[in-house]
């Protein structure tokens, strides 16, 4: 069976990935929106697919312009994203997972694909991450489509910290997956990266590093500790998370 994966670089898309791909023909597909991060997404996105053991088909990556939507100054936009104990509705991207999917379920019906899955986990609290919404788009995508699309969360009902066995019992590179807003690296921080500064060819390796800072750092490194096992992230300001 043929499944298309949402991978976004970040450590739940990953480890689903490479979930996916133990039992399934996968194809990852990125959607770029134009959002801070997505530079220094791209370049760890090619870093984890040269490292993940099993492999999957080569990266499709798509592009939905988000950024005549949402106004110049929004934290997304900028790379300014809201601190490290900012709640999770503090960071909702309105309409993100359904730009995300309606894109690529119109590549998976060009390209014959009758599954597509995400790794939204349990607990979050966005409108566009439920079953009923996932339910209602793959009706409504299948019929506009006239092509049969099932979309699917495998891990909607466990927490980040379940994700995180899993992805150590799979063998997924943790240090090659990225979960921040505002990773920096040695030549910049957010969007003020030059295209070249996260290079997308893993034998020049320039790693992004987590600002430690946003609440997605957060989130991962509370993953880490709740799972009991060693956060292996290099945070840039370690000074609130403690390490």
């Not at 359904?98 to 060009?110: E, P, R, T």
């Not at 909607?156 to 807003?181: Q, Y």
């Not at 946003?214 to 993953?223: A, L, M, V, Y």
Request: hydrophobic letters at 40%.
């Amino acid at each position: 069976m043929q499944v298309a994966v949402l991978l976004s670089g970040g450590l739940d898309s990953a480890v689903l990935l490479a979930d996916e791909a133990a039992h399934h023909d996968v194809l990852p597909i990125y959607v770029s929106a134009g959002l801070a991060w997505e530079t220094a997404e791209r370049g760890m996105i090619a870093r984890l697919l040269a490292g993940l053991a099993g492999g999957s088909r080569p990266l499709v990556t798509l592009a939905v312009e988000m950024r005549d939507v949402y106004a110049p100054t929004h934290w997304a936009i900028q790379g300014r994203p809201p601190g490290y104990h900012t709640p999770d509705e503090d960071v909702y991207l309105p309409g993100r997972n359904i730009v995300l999917i309606s894109k690529a379920a119109v590549y998976c019906a060009v390209a014959g694909i009758g599954h597509l899955v995400l790794g939204t986990l349990a607990g979050n609290p966005f409108p566009d991450a439920t079953p009923e919404f996932r339910a209602a788009m793959g009706r409504a995508l299948s019929i506009g489509l006239a092509h049969q699309l099932q979309i699917e969360a495998p891990y909607a009902e466990i927490s980040k910290a379940d994700v995180i066995r899993r992805g150590r019992a799979l063998g997924v590179p943790f240090e090659l997956t990225l979960s921040c807003m505002n990773p920096h690296t040695e030549q910049g921080v957010g969007r003020g990266f030059p295209q070249t500064a996260i290079s997308e060819n893993p034998s020049r390796p320039v790693v992004p590093q987590h600002c430690g800072a946003c609440s997605k750092c957060r989130e991962r490194h509370d993953g880490f500790v709740q799972a009991g096992l060693p956060d292996p992230t290099i945070y840039r300001d370690a000074s609130i998370i403690g390490v």
